[in-house]
């Protein structure tokens, strides 16, 4: 079993920056994959951003240029650097770990989610 714990949300102004991160305890090893993904109210959760355990990183569209994505593996840490800050970027972001082996996600952890709001 794998605990994700995220930090970092709160109340931010249009335009503004906030910084998450995600601590991960327990059988970290079998973690090959990390990742952001955001629920806003009244829609289905997406993924943000995503980082391979080699540091690959693929971002949604709508946050690229803007959010970047972090990982320190001595650490077991993820981050999520959000900048340029859109009301539409308003959700709960949940920290996601996962393995994927032949393609296929096992292995499949999920944190508690945080809030972000931006203000316009």
């Known amino acids: 079993q794998v605990q994700l714990v995220e930090s970092g949300g709160g109340l931010v102004q249009a335009g503004g920056s906030l910084r998450l991160s995600c601590a991960a305890s327990g059988s970290t090893s079998t973690i090959n994959t990390m990742a952001w993904y955001r629920q806003a109210p009244g829609k289905q959760r997406e993924v943000v951003a995503t980082i391979s355990s080699g540091g690959s990183t693929n971002y949604a569209d709508s946050v690229k240029g803007r959010f970047t994505i972090s990982r320190d593996n001595a650490k077991n840490t993820v981050s999520l650097q959000m900048n340029g800050l859109k009301p539409e970027d308003t959700a709960v972001y949940y920290c996601?770990?996962?393995?994927?082996?032949?393609?296929?996600?096992?292995?499949?952890?999920w944190g508690q989610g945080t809030q972000v709001t931006v203000s316009s």
């Open positions: 996601n770990a996962f393995t994927l082996r032949f393609g296929i996600r096992v292995y499949d952890y």
